[in-house]
């Protein structure tokens, strides 16, 4: 079974700084890897997708690794502002098992950046 | 704009009562819809994959007759709470995707439901 891991937890930073959240995965077979942003109270807004082909993917501030091989994704945050404030949470879509299109979540950082 | 509607965001009802969600695709069919739940700092959990014309499958320890799924249409699926509880109180949320989940494109959430049950 697929079990993903983000590290940290939580974290709080002040405005500016550069930010690497980590998550690791068990099973390297998967489709894709994705980021996700959720903000307190809201749905989940998607950031990056990494498929399983590709080594990063970047948006802005953003930029996102895959290591397949070695089961990790790191998400980049560069030059962090209070507006970044939000729990970021990774996925990942395997592909085998008899649920094709469901995702494995980790339980998410929480990152805090105040000015 | 989303391409996954979620209705209704926000719901509080009694313990006792049931209460419907609705998950819609826009502008695309989806013959399979999964639901999620997830509880306060917690990762979220995979409940059951919605099949258009057929059963609902449910993961392990989550209770089929309490959860009823229906997804009469190719564009709707319902996850309905019956006999909610406050320990059913969440967040649930869909996703769908346009094309064949055999391969690897993007997967769409709806906006999610946050329930309370008082």
């Known amino acids: 079974k697929q079990e993903v891991t983000q590290i940290p937890a939580a974290l709080s930073v002040p405005e500016g700084e550069n930010l690497v959240l980590n998550c690791s995965f068990t099973?390297?077979?998967?489709?894709?890897l994705q980021w996700f942003r959720q903000d307190p109270g809201k749905g989940l807004t998607s950031l990056l997708l990494i498929q399983s082909s590709q080594r990063e993917q970047t948006s802005g501030r953003l930029n996102a690794s895959l290591d397949k091989s070695s089961g990790r994704s790191t998400l980049y945050i560069a030059a962090s502002q209070p507006g970044d404030s939000a729990t970021y949470l990774c996925a990942v879509r395997p592909r085998r098992g008899s649920t094709l299109g469901r995702l494995y979540f980790g339980r998410g950082t929480q990152l805090t950046v105040w000015p | 704009g989303a391409v996954v509607s979620q209705h209704p965001s926000w719901v509080i009802c009694k313990s006792g009562t049931s209460v419907k969600i609705e998950c819609r695709s826009l502008?695309?069919?989806?013959?399979?819809m999964f639901w999620y739940r997830q509880f306060p700092k917690q990762s979220l959990m995979l409940m059951a994959t919605?099949?258009?014309?057929?059963?609902?499958?449910?993961e392990q320890g989550v209770e089929k007759d309490k959860f009823l799924i229906n997804h009469a249409s190719l564009t709707l699926s319902t996850l309905t709470v019956t006999s909610a509880h406050p320990e059913d109180s969440s967040f649930y949320i869909c996703s769908a995707s346009p094309q064949s989940f055999s391969s690897g494109n993007t997967i769409y959430f709806g906006e999610g439901s946050w329930l309370t049950v008082v």
């Open positions: 099973d390297s077979a998967i489709y894709n």
């Open positions: 502008d695309f069919q989806a013959t399979t």
């Open positions: 919605s099949n258009e014309g057929s059963k609902a499958t449910y």
